[in-house]
């Protein structure tokens, strides 16, 4: 028997089809109404579903244009942590750590990416 998947493994892996699907059901089913996202630690956050899926789609990466590899580096029952890698069709590729706040429902309240230009690496 198969272990059940995590509540976060559940979520990253509905993220990434809201990622490739840019619908907005998909984007809102992720998040709660009173969610926060921060593309960055220290950038304003996207405040609230509407904002969310109103930035998400304005900055939407089109269907295929990447490939994206992850892993669950830490996990508790509302809290969680995500590296990954993200590689570009042409060419750009990011190291990723997510920080994941879940609601008891399994969506988010609380988002904040840590990116890194795999290209500025010295």
């Known amino acids: 028997m198969t272990a059940p998947e ?5 979520w990253v892996e ?6 490739e699907s840019n619908d907005p059901d998909d984007v809102r089913a992720l998040f709660t109404e009173d969610a926060l996202y921060r593309t960055e630690p220290w950038a304003e956050p996207w405040d609230g579903i509407d904002e969310i899926v109103a930035e998400w789609l304005e900055n939407a ?6 490939t994206f590899a992850w892993e669950i580096v ?3 029952a509302d809290v969680g942590i995500v590296q990954a890698e993200t590689v570009y069709r042409g ?5 990723n750590l997510w920080v ?9 309240r609380e988002f904040t990416e840590w990116w890194m230009d795999q290209a500025q690496q010295g």
């Open 6 to 10: 995590s509540a976060l493994a559940a």
């Open 14 to 19: 509905a993220y990434r089809r809201a990622w």
């Open 61 to 66: 990466d089109e269907p295929g244009e990447t």
């Open 74 to 76: 830490a996990e508790t």
């Open 91 to 95: 060419g750009s590729t990011y190291s």
């Open 100 to 108: 994941v706040r879940l609601a008891p429902d399994g969506r988010a």
